[in-house]
């Protein structure tokens, strides 16, 4: 299983990912192509996570009395999921600064992909007092492609690290960096711009993360047990779990600390129900509720 097709310029080895798993494995594959790898889907990855982001901040968003909000890209190849995050909040800010008459110029310089987006996609005004996104990150595999593209910092944990309990610093930090280390502020990415607003918070230890966001790789888990331990250790930190797909897998199963969430009415909906999923250019988005959280 793979997490997409991907062409040449985006790391892959041969045209067919049955013959790359076949021929490598799956962990050696992307030990080959982690560097450079690239999810061609990002454009369904960026619409899905925009609807779910403004239906969770419509919801949520009085309910967050921190000053920033934690989304774990767990499994974040080259930042695809971090990258649609930051921008969605970019857009907010560049929303509500155009209703209140400031950073015009700013505003202006996104107005061509928010032409683009259904009104369903556009990002609710983010006045400056509201929570901030920090983000967390991991891949055994890509973090220097997460690195390359975002300037970001993922940590190498794999699924099962998590599982085990471990969790990534902050990814504004280098890894291994000691506390009130922060990269160099040239650094900048056009597809992220958002290096006003990094958390100077060093670990998520003692927060509940907000939510977690698998894009293009949790079905790669083949063990249920394995599945299971992820997902459960997961709940006990996490609110909200955010799986993007080319399909509806990996199953989820009551019992392993998760409810399934129906987006459209904002409530617990059954584990085999297809109501309340989101669907956008062949990318599937499912959304779970911790029960342990």
Request: aromatic share 10%.
């Amino acid at each position: 299983m793979s997490r997409g097709n991907r062409d040449a310029s985006s790391g892959i080895l041969k045209s067919s990912m049955r013959d790359n798993y076949t021929e490598y494995g799956v962990d050696e594959y992307y030990k080959k192509i982690g560097a450079t790898y690239r999810n061609p889907h990002f454009p369904g990855v960026k619409a899905c996570l925009y609807i779910w982001l403004n239906r969770w901040w419509r919801m949520r968003q009085p309910h967050i009395e921190t000053k920033k909000f934690m989304v774990f890209d767990m499994a974040c190849g080259s930042g695809e999921a971090t990258v649609a995050v930051l921008e969605w909040w970019r857009d907010g800010r560049g929303a509500y600064n155009a209703r209140h008459g400031k950073g015009r110029a700013d505003a202006d310089s996104n107005s061509e992909d928010t032409s683009r987006l259904s009104r369903s996609r556009l990002p609710p005004p983010i006045s400056p007092n509201l929570p901030v996104p920090c983000i967390l990150a991991s891949d055994p595999y890509t973090t220097q492609a997460f690195h390359t593209r975002t300037t970001l910092y993922a940590h190498p944990l794999s699924f099962k690290d998590i599982a085990e309990g471990k969790l990534p610093e902050i990814a504004s930090k280098p890894v291994g960096a000691p506390k009130g280390h922060s990269p160099d502020s040239s650094q900048t990415s056009s597809e992220t711009s958002l290096q006003g607003y990094k958390s100077s918070i060093s670990h998520p230890d003692t927060n509940v993360i907000e939510m977690v966001v698998c894009s293009f790789a949790l079905h790669l888990i083949e063990k249920p047990s394995e599945l299971f331990a992820l997902l459960w250790e997961l709940s006990l930190k996490a609110r909200w779990l955010v799986i993007l797909a080319p399909h509806k897998r990996p199953e989820i199963k009551n019992g392993w600390g998760w409810c399934k969430w129906d987006v459209d009415t904002w409530s617990e909906c059954r584990m085999t129900d297809p109501v309340g999923e989101l669907l956008e250019e062949r990318v599937h988005c499912r959304v779970y509720r911790s029960l342990n959280v």
